[in-house]
């Protein structure tokens, strides 16, 4: 079995007397004591010019950087935007390795290579799976003073918790978006029917993905959709087989779907946001979103810390700074999604702030109207039915 290897904490304490009080930085030890009436801070809390005085310290006191910190997440939550800052501020060097799917998540944590890995980002379809396998370990909350600023769904939502206790950090999340080219339908129903109406056909792209399975046992009237019984399955199945004429083809990446829709083969299906994001920051207001009466999924991604990490210092370095308003921030320039943190919406430019409004996701009681992904404990089933469907004639 491979050794973790973890840096050398180096403590290091920089004192500025003051009759104010003490403000603890985000370098492990060093804690700043205000000594003028007015400070700039930054999104620690920290004195950004006391900040370099203690970063340098840390340099000369730890060798060349403070330590490492590897990621093992989703495209764009590794980004140099808001990556630069932190290695500026602590000294850790942060690498990331991106993946394409949660079930590669899984695959490389439960597989034997988590030992090199100090996060990772699943969605919340999967964080259950990882904490029951006991390898990702709880959060110490008291070490994450932004997370009483998050949208209270995301404080301490079901799919992070276990036994009373926490083991991620939210992030980023969306919605599974319903959408149809204006113009194409001279009435558009609020309802996934739509995606049934025979005048559609040939005209549509759908994730291929198990999402796609949830959306139609809504259109069927299912009640829990992350566990349905064979019969359901089998009626689902049934009822993506009478669309697939409808299909041009099932996408696997936003980048598909985009390509799809702007090369004029197809004029709607479901996507996320960021392809919403996309068009309209580039003038193209042509694809309307449709809220369907039956309901909709959400997606969160979060933070977790994998079995043994916790002992690095930069691991909650890091989880403290993406937690900040400040960092969510940079990271919706970067993704085009909602973050947990609704402090971050302030700090947005106008154009950004409005398509955001758009999504309907700045609304604390919206986000109590979404079926947030769940772990599908027949998740192998499910991926059946689906290549099934994909399988089948259209």
């Not at 699943?122 to 259950?128: F, G």
């Not at 390509?259 to 004029?264: E, F, N, P, R, V």
Request: glycine fraction near 8%.
């Amino acid at each position: 079995m491979r050794i973790r290897q973890r840096p050398q904490q180096t403590k290091v304490f920089c004192f500025f007397f003051s009759k104010k009080k003490t403000l603890a930085c985000p370098l492990r030890g060093a804690f700043f004591l205000e000594r003028k009436k007015q400070r700039t801070f930054d999104a620690w809390g920290c004195d950004m010019r006391l900040t370099w005085v203690c970063v340098a310290m840390v340099m000369l006191a730890g060798g060349a950087r403070a330590g490492d910190l590897n990621i093992l997440g989703w495209e764009g939550y590794a980004d140099d935007s808001f990556v630069k800052p932190f290695t500026a501020r602590t000294g850790c060097n942060v690498t990331a390795t991106y993946v394409g799917s949660n079930d590669e998540i899984v695959a490389k944590v439960l597989g034997g290579n988590g030992s090199s890995v100090d996060l990772v980002t699943p969605s919340n379809d999967t964080t259950t799976e990882l904490i029951e396998a006991d390898a990702v370990e709880p959060v110490d909350i008291s070490r994450l003073p932004h997370l009483p600023e998050y949208y209270p769904a995301f404080r301490s939502p079901k799919w992070l918790m276990k036994d009373g206790r926490q083991y991620g950090v939210p992030f980023a999340f969306g919605v599974t978006r319903i959408v149809l080219k204006r113009g194409v339908l001279a009435d558009v129903p609020n309802s996934l029917s739509v995606l049934w109406d025979p005048r559609l056909k040939g005209k549509l792209t759908l994730w291929a993905d198990v999402e796609t399975l949830y959306m139609a046992a809504r259109y069927l009237g299912i009640a829990n959709v992350y566990t349905m019984t064979d019969d359901q399955l089998a009626r689902v199945r049934d009822a993506l087989i009478r669309q697939k004429p409808n299909i041009v083809k099932y996408w696997t990446t936003d980048a598909e779907f985009l390509d799809l829709y702007t090369s004029g083969a197809v004029v709607g299906g479901n996507t996320n946001e960021i392809n919403l994001a996309k068009l309209r920051a580039a003038g193209d207001e042509s694809l309307q979103e449709i809220v369907p009466k039956e309901g909709r999924s959400g997606w969160s991604d979060s933070w977790l810390i994998v079995k043994g990490a916790g002992d690095n210092p930069c691991v909650y370095q890091w989880l403290d700074w993406v937690s900040t308003a400040q960092a969510q921030a940079l990271a919706t320039k970067v993704t085009n999604y909602s973050f947990a943190n609704p402090g971050a919406f302030a700090l947005l430019d106008h154009a950004t702030q409005e398509r955001m409004r758009q999504f309907g996701l700045v609304d604390p009681a919206a986000l109590d109207r979404i079926s947030w992904w769940q772990a599908v404990p027949r998740r192998e089933k499910y991926l059946e039915i689906l290549n099934q469907v994909r399988a089948a004639g259209g």
